[in-house]
């Protein structure tokens, strides 16, 4: 019986530990996840301002005629002719 008041004040430490755990916990959590999600939302927004330039800009176009060549026979007379 000389246990039982000890008993009491551990129970007692116990649930104001968690209860404060709880609390704080819960507080970093949701500052912790608020800071993550508003860094999503930069990068998305980032993303989304890069795509809407490239598309607006009409004049971003990739060559069709890049690496071809404007006179394909250009290497044949230089091997073909015997006077160069």
């Not at 755990?21 to 993303?47: M, T, V």
């Not at 598309?55 to 005629?65: K, R």
Request: charged share 25%.
């Amino acid at each position: 019986m000389d246990n039982k008041p000890i008993l009491v004040w551990v129970l007692v430490a116990l649930v104001i530990g968690l209860v404060g755990g709880y609390y704080f916990g819960d507080n970093q959590g949701f500052k912790r996840a608020e800071a993550n999600l508003k860094k999503i939302q930069e990068e998305a927004a980032d993303k989304a301002a890069a795509a809407a330039a490239k598309a607006a800009n009409p004049f971003q176009a990739a060559n069709p005629l890049e690496g071809v060549q404007d006179d394909p026979f250009a290497k044949t007379k230089s091997i073909l002719n015997p006077f160069k």
